[in-house]
């Protein structure tokens, strides 16, 4: 398990108390609510007592791995160059793309393929916002709406577990975080070490459980290649 980075302030909204009990019915229980169902895009989201969710930066193992994930997929070219050198060389990513490039036919083709050799899709919201400033029902639809693309473009229902915000805006904001949880996320993602830095600092970085960063863009596909 990684080490959550918990908030030095109290979570400001109070939490609707648990029933007393259940009430008794021989009601068969409602189906969970399909991808597809557009009322859960509209979910408002609410505080939990639990508290917040972990935000991974970092793994605690000394197994010497790293996690390489890849942010925004703009330049479909680049992308297809980065999944092609990771099967070449036995590696799986993490790719977090924006729902927006998910959709569009060069990506989305790109990514079905590193799905099916066992790239992990994760989220990176619908338009790249960093989600503090919107609303509730603003903030839900650009994490549901991503997901959904996903579903779309793999022809599942595809369940992602981490939501990365835009430059790792409010990664420690309640609302999303209590969103990301009831979707059933696992945490917030975040990084160690970032692929826009020279060479020399991302060999440096280089440790047990160490998360980079990379992005689509020229320079990052150079080096990540190289990496």
Known sequence: ???????????????????????ESDAEPEPEPQAADPQRAATRPTAAAEGFLPVFSKANTEEKIVAITVDDCFQAENLKQIVDKAIEVGGKLTIFPIGQNVIKQAQSEILKYAWENGFELENHTYTHNGLFACSNEELAEEVYKQQLALSHILGVNYHCHFLRPRGGDARGDQ?????????????????????????????????????????????????????
């Open 1 to 23: 398990p990684l080490a959550p980075q918990q908030p030095e302030a109290e979570p400001l909204v109070t939490p609707t108390p648990e029933p007393d009990a259940e009430p």
């Open 175 to 227: 609302r999303m975080q209590m969103y990301a949880k009831q979707l059933g996320y696992y945490g917030i993602a975040h990084w160690s070490a970032s692929g826009s830095a020279n060479n020399t600092k991302i060999a440096k970085a280089l440790e047990p459980g160490a998360i980079y960063l990379f992005h689509t863009t020229d320079p990052d596909t150079k080096k990540l290649k190289e990496f």
